[in-house]
C-alpha cells in the first residue's frame, strides 16, 4: 500500500525497557528471537499496514520491534508491547499492565490484576464495559464481571505469549467485533510461534505464598509450519487477615498453529483456562474507619462465625445462641469466607489469510467458545438438614450462583487497493446462549472449602435466567492517501444488530424459584445501521503530524445478573422494558504527533457525548444476596460530556535511559440532574455538572528506566486523582501515587547463558488506597459513609522470578 509508513528513526528506542509506547501500533514480529523472524508489515484492525525497519541499523535510538509512535494513524491510539511488562511481576494481567498510559485507569485489588471481580478500567470516561476487547480479530465480549458473552485477556491469553496490544484510546476501527465499544477498543494480538526451536521457562516465588510456572515450547519453522505449546500454573494467598479458605490457584494452557503458503497464511489457536479464585471483602467507608484496610472473613474460626450469625437471622433457636459481634465489628460485618469465583473457559480459533491479487486480499475466521462458573460463598440463612428436628440447624446456607457461555461466531473481511484507494469491508456474526442462576444450599453442617463445582441439586433456587443473543455486525470503510501520502483520509460506516431473548427457567433446584425473586422474560433490541466514521492525517513535515476523527457509536444491552437490564423482576421489566434506548456515544478525537531522535512527543484532545446512559439502580449492599426483591431496575438517565486532553513524552538522553511522562486531565459531567425514585417518591437530585463517578480528572504517570550491561531497572510511578462512588460527589476518595520497581540481571554475563533473575515490587511504598468500586452499588449520596462499594488495595509485596531462553 502506498501509504504505509515507515519508522526508522524509532528503532532501537526502548529495546529492552519497561517502556515501549505512547501512541501507535506495534509489530507482530517475534519478540522473543528477533533474529529469526522475517520482516513483513502487519495490521492493526481498522489502520493501515506498517513496515517494519530492517535489522542491524547501528542507530542507537531505533529497535527493529517496537514502534512507538504510530505514524499515520487517524486517531489516538495507544501500544503495549512485551517490554512493558518487565516492571511488573511475571503473570500480571496484561489489562493492569496499561495503567501507565495516558487517560487509562486500570484498577484490582491484587498486585498481579487477575482477581476477576475487581479488574475494571475507566478510560476517557469510560468504563470496563463501554470498552470492546478482541484478541487477534476474535470478540472477547465486553469485559464484565460474570459476563455472559467472553471472558477477560487473562483467561485468554498467557501474559508471556502476548504479541502487543493496541489500546483505542478514544475510537476504535471500524472493524473491530465488538457491540460494547463506546468509548475505544483493546485490540490484543498473541505472539506468534518462532521460526527457531526454542524453550522458554520460568519460576517465580513472592508475597502470600505466590508461586508461578511458566513453560513454551517453539517448534521452529518447517516446510511453513511453526507452532508453539505453552502453560503457567499459579497459586496465591489472600493478604487479608483471613487464616484459611483463602488460595487462588491457576491452570492455562496456550497453543497456537501456523502453516505459512506463498500467497497466504492458517492460524489455529487454542486457550484452555481454569481459575479458582478466593475473593476478598467490599468495604464502606464507615467499615474502614472501624476495621481497617484488611477486612476479611473470620475463617477457619467456623464456632465464632456461627455465633454471630445467629444474631442476624430467624430462627427457632437463633435468640438464644447469638453472641454479638464484639466493637468496633457489627454483626453485618461478618463473614466466613467472601466467596470463590471458578471459571473454565475453551476457547478456539482458526483464521485464514488469503491473497487473491496483490491488491486484493480476504480473511475468514470461525472461533468457540464455551464457559462454565460458578460463585460460592457462606450466607447467613437457615439451613434444618432436611430433618424435622433443630438440633442440628445451623444460621448458614451456601450460595450458590452458576453461569454458562456457548457462542460462536464467524468473521470475514476483504481489502482492496487501486489508485490512491484502500478499501477494506467485513462482517462479524455471532451466535450465544449464556445463563445464570442463583441457588441456595441449606443443608450445611459444617465448613468447608468452595474452590470446587458443588455436586448434588441445590435446595432452593432464586432465580435461573437463559438468554439467546444475536449478533450481526457489518462495516466498509476507504483510505485515501493524496499528496504523496503527506494526507490521508478514511470514512465508512458500520451497521450493528444485536438482539437478547431472555427466558426465566425453573432451574435444578429442588424447589423452583418464587415469582417473588424470578428474573423476567424479555426482548431487547439495539440496532442502527449508518454509525459512521472519518478521520484525517496530515504529515505537515518531517515529525510532524496532525490528525483528527469523528466516530459515532452504540451498544447492545448487557446481559448478566447484576449489569443487565433483564436481571430484574417480570413487574418490574413490563413497566420499564419496552421503554428503554440503548447507549450511544459521539466522539470527537484530534492530536499532534512529534518524533525526532531521541525525542518523542504525543499531544491528544477529546470531546464525547454519552447519550441514553442506562442507570442501575440496586439497594441491596454487594456483599448480600442479589435478586430482584431488592428492587432492582434500571432507567435512561440522561447523557454525560466529556473533554479532555492527554500527553504523553518518551525522551531518551542515552542509548542506556529511557524516562516516559505521560498526563492526563478529564472533564467528564452529568449534563443533567438526576430524578431518583424509590417507590411511590421521587427527588431530584443536583447531579447537573458534576463529575462522573469512579473517573478521575487528573492522572500522570512516569516511568524510568535504565540498562547497563546485564543489569536493567525500571521505577514506574503513577498519580490517581480524586475519584466519586456517588452521583452528586458528596462521597469519594482522594489522589493518591504509588510506584513500582522491577530490577532484573541478564545471568549470561556471569556464565549462565539465556538466564535471568529478576526482582519486582509492586507498590513500593506500601500506599494503602481504594482500588476498584462496584458499579452496581453506586448511588446519589452516602452521607454516612455506609455503601459497600469498594475493595482494598494489596500492600507492597515482593516477586523474585528465575526465568530461563533456549
Known amino acids: 500500500m502506498s501509504s504505509h509508513i515507515k519508522h526508522g528513526v524509532l528503532a532501537r528506542l526502548l529495546a529492552g525497557t519497561a517502556l515501549a509506547a505512547v501512541a501507535g501500533a506495534a509489530s507482530a514480529a517475534d519478540l522473543r528471537n528477533e533474529a529469526d523472524v522475517a520482516i513483513a508489515p502487519v495490521t492493526t484492525p481498522g489502520a493501515d499496514p506498517v513496515e517494519i525497519a530492517p535489522a542491524g541499523d547501528?542507530?542507537?535510538?531505533?529497535?527493529?520491534?517496537?514502534?512507538?509512535?504510530?505514524?499515520?494513524?487517524?486517531?489516538?491510539?495507544?501500544?503495549?508491547?512485551?517490554?512493558?511488562?518487565?516492571?511488573?511481576?511475571?503473570?500480571?494481567?496484561?489489562?493492569?499492565?496499561?495503567?501507565?498510559?495516558?487517560?487509562?485507569s486500570a484498577q484490582s485489588i491484587d498486585a498481579l490484576g487477575v482477581n476477576e471481580q475487581s479488574l475494571t478500567l475507566q478510560v476517557r470516561g469510560f468504563n470496563t464495559t463501554h470498552l470492546g476487547y478482541t484478541l487477534d480479530g476474535m470478540p472477547l465480549g465486553d469485559g464484565a464481571y460474570n459476563n455472559y458473552n467472553g471472558l477477560t485477556i487473562s483467561r485468554a491469553l498467557i501474559s508471556e505469549n502476548l504479541g502487543r496490544a493496541d489500546l483505542a484510546t478514544g475510537i476504535a476501527g471500524l472493524g473491530i467485533a465488538s457491540t460494547s465499544n463506546l468509548g475505544g477498543a483493546l485490540i490484543y494480538t498473541s505472539r506468534d510461534p518462532s521460526r527457531s526451536f526454542g524453550v522458554s521457562a520460568s519460576q517465580g516465588v513472592g508475597s502470600e505464598n505466590s508461586q508461578r510456572t511458566f513453560l513454551r515450547l517453539d517448534t521452529g519453522e518447517h516446510r511453513g509450519f511453526s507452532a508453539y505449546l505453552s502453560g503457567q500454573y499459579s497459586k496465591q494467598d489472600l493478604f487479608v487477615d483471613q487464616g484459611d479458605y483463602k488460595t487462588s490457584y491457576g491452570r492455562q494452557l496456550n497453543g497456537k498453529l501456523k502453516y505459512e503458503f506463498e500467497r497466504g497464511a492458517i492460524t489455529a489457536f487454542v486457550d484452555l483456562s481454569r481459575t479458582n479464585q478466593a475473593d476478598d471483602a467490599y468495604l464502606s467507608k464507615d467499615m474502614l474507619n472501624r476495621l481497617g484496610w484488611d477486612w476479611a472473613g473470620y475463617a477457619p474460626d467456623w464456632q465464632a462465625y456461627l455465633d454471630r450469625a445467629y444474631c442476624t437471622v430467624t430462627g427457632p433457636t437463633a435468640p438464644g445462641k447469638c453472641v454479638s459481634a464484639t466493637s468496633p465489628q457489627k454483626n453485618s460485618d461478618v463473614t466466613f469466607t467472601n466467596g470463590q469465583i471458578l471459571r473454565n473457559d475453551d476457547l478456539y480459533y482458526i483464521a485464514a489469510d488469503?491473497?487473491?491479487?496483490?491488491?486484493?486480499?480476504?480473511?475468514?475466521?470461525?472461533?468457540s467458545h464455551k464457559n462454565k462458573g460458578a460463585g460460592n460463598n457462606f450466607i447467613t440463612g437457615w439451613s434444618t438438614q432436611g430433618t424435622a428436628t433443630t438440633a442440628d440447624d445451623l444460621p448458614v446456607q451456601i450460595r450458590d450462583t452458576r453461569y454458562?457461555?456457548?457462542?460462536?461466531?464467524?468473521?470475514?473481511?476483504?481489502?482492496?487497493?487501486?489508485?490512491?484507494?484502500?478499501?477494506?469491508a467485513g462482517f462479524w456474526l455471532e451466535e450465544n446462549t449464556s445463563s445464570a442462576a442463583r441457588?441456595?444450599?441449606?443443608?450445611?453442617?459444617?465448613?468447608?472449602?468452595?474452590?470446587?463445582?458443588?455436586?448434588?441439586?441445590?435446595?432452593?433456587?432464586?432465580?435461573?435466567?437463559?438468554?439467546?443473543?444475536?449478533?450481526?455486525?457489518f462495516y466498509i470503510q476507504d483510505t485515501v492517501s493524496l499528496f504523496d501520502d503527506a494526507l490521508t483520509v478514511d470514512f465508512g460506516f458500520k451497521s450493528t444488530y444485536a438482539k437478547s431473548d431472555a427466558r426465566a427457567v425453573d432451574g435444578v433446584a429442588l424447589t423452583p424459584p418464587p415469582a417473588s425473586s424470578q428474573f423476567a422474560s424479555g426482548s431487547l433490541t439495539a440496532e442502527d445501521n449508518f454509525l459512521p466514521e472519518i478521520g484525517v492525517h496530515w504529515q505537515v513535515a518531517p515529525g510532524h503530524e496532525l490528525y483528527a476523527s469523528y466516530a459515532e457509536n452504540m451498544a447492545m444491552f448487557q446481559g448478566g445478573f447484576k449489569l443487565g437490564p433483564q436481571s430484574v423482576s417480570q413487574a418490574v421489566w413490563d413497566l420499564q422494558g419496552k421503554h428503554l434506548k440503548p447507549e450511544t456515544s459521539k466522539s470527537f478525537d484530534a492530536g499532534y504527533r512529534y518524533v525526532s531522535g531521541p525525542l518523542q512527543v504525543s499531544l491528544a484532545a477529546y470531546h464525547v457525548k454519552f447519550n441514553d446512559r442506562l442507570l442501575q439502580y440496586n439497594p441491596c449492599p454487594t456483599n448480600q444476596q442479589q435478586n430482584p426483591g431488592c428492587?432492582?431496575?434500571?432507567?435512561?438517565?440522561?447523557?454525560?460530556?466529556?473533554?479532555?486532553?492527554?500527553?504523553?513524552?518518551?525522551?531518551k538522553p542515552a542509548p542506556w535511559l529511557t524516562?516516559?511522562?505521560?498526563?492526563?486531565?478529564?472533564?467528564?459531567?452529568?449534563d443533567n440532574d438526576l430524578n431518583w425514585c424509590t417507590g411511590?417518591?421521587?427527588?431530584?437530585?443536583?447531579?447537573?455538572?458534576?463529575?462522573?463517578?469512579?473517573?478521575?480528572?487528573?492522572?500522570?504517570?512516569?516511568?524510568?528506566?535504565?540498562?547497563?550491561?546485564?543489569?536493567?531497572?525500571s521505577l514506574m510511578g503513577k498519580y490517581t486523582g480524586e475519584r466519586f462512588y456517588t452521583y452528586t460527589n458528596d462521597q469519594g476518595f482522594g489522589g493518591y501515587t504509588t510506584f513500582d520497581l522491577g530490577v532484573s540481571y541478564d545471568l549470561g554475563e556471569i556464565g549462565a547463558p539465556g538466564a535471568k533473575f529478576a526482582v519486582n515490587v509492586t507498590n513500593l511504598t506500601d500506599k494503602r488506597y481504594a482500588s476498584n468500586f462496584d458499579g452496581s452499588v453506586f448511588a446519589p449520596d452516602d452521607a454516612t459513609g455506609s455503601i459497600v462499594v469498594f475493595h482494598a488495595s494489596a500492600p507492597r509485596q515482593i516477586f523474585a522470578t528465575l526465568s530461563y531462553d533456549f
Not at 358 to 367: E, P
Not at 639 to 649: A, D, I, K, P, R
Not at 659 to 669: E, K
Not at 698 to 712: I, P, Q, R
Open 631 to 651: 428492587g432492582n431496575s434500571f432507567h435512561n438517565a440522561g447523557s454525560v460530556t466529556s473533554t479532555g486532553v492527554e500527553l504523553g513524552v518518551l525522551w
Open 58 to 104: 547501528p542507530n542507537p535510538y531505533q529497535v527493529d520491534d517496537i514502534i512507538v509512535v504510530g505514524s499515520g494513524e487517524t486517531r489516538s491510539v495507544s501500544t503495549l508491547t512485551p517490554s512493558n511488562l518487565d516492571v511488573l511481576p511475571p503473570g500480571t494481567s496484561l489489562q493492569k499492565a496499561l495503567n501507565f498510559l495516558p487517560g487509562v
Open 404 to 424: 454458562t457461555i456457548d457462542r460462536t461466531g464467524v468473521l470475514g473481511s476483504v481489502s482492496w487497493e487501486f489508485g490512491v484507494h484502500h478499501i477494506q
Open 354 to 367: 488469503y491473497a487473491l491479487t496483490d491488491n486484493l486480499s480476504v480473511r475468514g475466521q470461525v472461533y
Open 680 to 713: 411511590a417518591t421521587c427527588v431530584i437530585k443536583a447531579t447537573a455538572g458534576k463529575q462522573q463517578v469512579d473517573t478521575p480528572k487528573e492522572m500522570f504517570s512516569s516511568v524510568v528506566t535504565a540498562n547497563w550491561g546485564g543489569l536493567s531497572a
Open 439 to 473: 441457588y441456595l444450599r441449606t443443608n450445611v453442617t459444617g465448613p468447608f472449602s468452595l474452590a470446587h463445582y458443588l455436586s448434588g441439586r441445590p435446595d432452593k433456587a432464586q432465580w435461573v435466567q437463559e438468554t439467546d443473543w444475536e449478533t450481526r455486525q
Open 659 to 670: 524516562w516516559y511522562n505521560s498526563a492526563s486531565y478529564s472533564d467528564t459531567t452529568y
